[in-house]
């Protein structure tokens, strides 16, 4: 079992409730933490006692991975299913960026816009293809998540075995000579960039990241 409190996270056991670890972190108002939902791994996420560091944990290997996440206070935080992967938020709310939780490698930097507003809530879909997240703006934005990543998190699972089950459907009814047939493979969705995405490394950092397809 897991508490969150404004200044310390406290771990217990369940079936004794004795507590098994405290975690210092800085001041959590909001409760910022996240846990994946799939048994065969279990991690967690919160904020160290520094400002913009993310912690995870991981129960199973009894190990802790620190990253510099953000340059100012953490504001929402989500795992995907089997834990591979982070995304987090800060105060700013301009930018989503997800790490592997292994290593704690930027994977992806994904862009909600240009002013500052305050990230309600982050999610990851179940097969970990898709990311979204809400402001007080009272928007809803869809970004896609790297193709290497969901394919990852989608395997030896049920919903693989019915996909590809499905995929194989679909060929079956596709004409080989179609002119559209190679254009339904090649399909691939993925998050547009900012036309000035060449100017790399002198752009500013507005320019910098995937933004939102929804």
Not at 18 to 32: C, F, H, L, S, W
Not at 185 to 209: A, D, H, I, Q
């Amino acid at each position: 079992m897991i508490v969150v409190l404004e200044k310390a996270v406290y771990v217990y056991d369940i079936k004794t409730l004795k507590q098994i670890q405290k975690i210092a972190t800085v001041d959590n108002e909001r409760g910022v933490a996240a846990v994946n939902s799939e048994k065969t791994r279990a991690i967690f996420a919160c904020p160290t006692d520094k400002l913009g560091e993310i912690q995870l944990i991981n129960f199973d290997r009894d190990t802790r991975v620190v990253i510099p996440a953000h340059k100012t206070m953490v504001t929402a935080l989500a795992l995907n299913s089997d834990g591979t992967l982070v995304a987090s938020a800060s105060a700013e709310g301009q930018v989503i960026r997800v790490f592997k939780t292994e290593d704690g490698k930027l994977v992806q930097e994904l862009r909600r816009g240009n002013d500052t507003c305050t990230i309600q809530c982050i999610n990851f879909d179940p097969v970990t293809k898709w990311l979204s997240c809400t402001s007080e703006k009272g928007t809803i934005h869809v970004f896609a998540i790297n193709k290497e990543y969901h394919l990852e998190s989608k395997k030896n699972t049920a919903e693989v075995r019915e996909e590809q089950k499905q995929q194989n459907m679909d060929h079956d009814v596709t004409t080989v000579g179609h002119p559209d047939a190679k254009k339904q493979k090649e399909l691939v969705c993925t998050n547009p960039k900012s036309m000035f995405s060449f100017l790399k490394p002198f752009r500013p950092s507005y320019f910098v990241g995937e933004y939102s397809f929804a």
